[in-house]
């Protein structure tokens, strides 16, 4: 309560103070919300490594959250160990566990690439409802990796995933509709769905609403408004976007 705030002024430094009077490493809650508070404090290497092994001692104890989070914490550290406690907090059904090493199997990152085990942990996840599961699923269905391949599908999911208010999953349905794959191909559509992911913050749908505005691709040319969606992608670190706002403004002579 103290360290959220709920029925009491939120004080951290009191929230610690009543953890460490217990003793935490018999209570794998207690040493996960030590761990989490340390975490989100640590101003030196000595913090940190106190709160990773909290929660070793949590993960120990089967706290399938302390295991997912430590693997997060060793991801860059000790790969093989990582995926050891996604691993046991995948098989407790913690859903960020099983959607994160799908991910790690399917690029080969620090394990060797499996995409069959990847889709089927990406089923799994989905089934769960976790909406970038759903993402992943769907690309993997169009590219027909780990299963058949199924441009239906993968609409579908993208769909569902759209619904839940993935602006990633937006512009991938747009990505279908302007290409045809697995749809009725509509530039108008594919339009609507980039510009409809663009104003909730993607990048990428960004700098492709921008390429529709210049390039009049499902809609009316209009150079502003180009360099307007250019601009907020480049603002987001897309390269692609900032290369295309300098051109726009040296043809335009600014």
Known sequence: ?????????QDRQEALSLLKRKCVEKDADCSFMLAC???????DAATTAEATRLLEVAAKQDHADAQYTLACQLQGKCVKTSIKW?????????????????????????????????ARLLMAAVAKGH????????????????VAQSSELAEMLYGQAADRGSAGALCSLARMYGDGRGVRQSKEEAFKLCRAAAVDGCAQAQHDVACMYRDGTGTAAVRSEAVRWFKA????????AAVAVGVLEVADGL
Request: glycine share 10%; proline share 0%; aromatic share 2%.
């Open 37 to 43: 508070l340390l975490l989100d404090d640590a101003a």
């Open 233 to 240: 992608a480049a603002a987001q670190g897309h390269q692609g």
């Open 131 to 146: 909406v970038e599961a759903h993402c992943r699923l769907a690309l993997m269905l169009e590219q027909g990796r780990g």
């Open 86 to 118: 996604l691993e046991r907090a995948s098989k407790s059904s913690h859903i960020n566990a099983t959607f994160k090493l799908a991910c790690m199997l399917a690029d080969g990152e620090g394990v060797s690439r499996d995409d069959t085990e990847a």
């Open 1 to 9: 309560m103290y360290r959220d705030g709920r029925g009491v002024a």
